[in-house]
């Protein structure tokens, strides 16, 4: 389970103004966010930009400081966790769709998902062909496994985005505004995969602000300067 505790998120925000008048201002990102993501979970959060959503991924996956609060995933306290610690806890249990994703530009798009996949289980096996094949034919990239992400199109990549986050089979699937890029027929694909990643069993943490995109989710939150304000469904 991902529990989500009254967490709590400032930036610094460095403005500049004219001649010496640069001014520091906190941004309080999330105030207080509670949330409970269960193994089998489906969970969308819809808001809109600036509200909160991308921080409240990266607290999830331990790539921030929080002022405040705690995200425990089982056991593991990810929040206070030192860096090395919060990496191997992120990689043990999360597969993330960031919103603004870098490939590993030298690297063909497969070999961008073996590195992910080895990061993750050691070494290429039976399981790691099974589910190239299975991601490469749902997002209908097979085409794309040959190339260099520094020649793919903004759908293109997102698509290599999604397949990455999702090749090493993680127990849950931390989705951040995953179909922005993409062409209607995409997203609708984007929108079975995520299903199917849930009925086998996998948790979800979706946001978004694409309602059609959440509907499949079994929970969908609204999300207001950095506070979960509804419940939508
Ligand atoms: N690295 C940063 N430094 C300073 N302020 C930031 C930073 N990242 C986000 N913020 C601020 O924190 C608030 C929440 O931003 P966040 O990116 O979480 O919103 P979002 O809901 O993901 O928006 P979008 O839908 O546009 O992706 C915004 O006011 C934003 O300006
Ligand atoms: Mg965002």
Redesign the pocket.
């Known amino acids: 389970m991902i529990r989500i505790l009254d967490i709590h998120i400032d930036?610094?925000?460095l403005s500049a103004g004219f001649g010496a008048q640069n001014s520091h201002e906190i941004?309080h990102?999330?105030k207080g966010v509670t949330l409970d993501i269960n193994t089998n979970d489906y969970v969308a959060i819809i808001?809109?930009?600036?509200?909160?959503?991308?921080?409240?991924?990266?607290a999830v996956a331990g790539l921030i400081g929080v002022v405040k609060g705690d995200v425990f995933i089982d056991k593991y306290k990810i929040t206070r966790a030192r860096r090395g610690r919060q990496a191997k806890i992120r990689g043990k249990y999360f597969g993330i769709i960031f919103?603004f994703s870098e490939m590993l530009s030298r690297f063909t798009v497969e070999e961008n998902l073996r590195f992910a996949y080895v990061a993750a289980h050691g070494k290429i096996d039976d399981h790691y062909q099974e589910r190239l094949k299975y991601l490469a034919e749902k997002l209908d990239m097979f085409q794309l496994l040959a190339s260099y992400p520094t020649k793919l199109s903004g759908g293109q990549l997102q698509k290599t985005a999604i397949a990455r986050a999702l090749i090493k089979d993680s127990a849950y699937i931390l989705a951040?505004?995953p179909s922005g890029d993409l062409d209607p027929e995409s997203v609708a694909r984007v929108k079975k995969l995520l299903r199917e990643e849930h009925d086998r069993g996998k948790g979800i943490l979706l946001?978004t602000?694409d309602h059609k995109l959440a509907s499949d989710a079994k929970s969908v939150f609204e999300?207001r300067d950095?506070q979960i304000s509804s419940l939508i469904k």
Not at 47 to 58: E, F
């Open positions: 930036y610094e925000q941004v990102a999330l808001g809109p930009s600036g509200s909160g959503k991308s921080t409240l991924i990266t919103q951040d505004e946001v602000h999300m950095g």
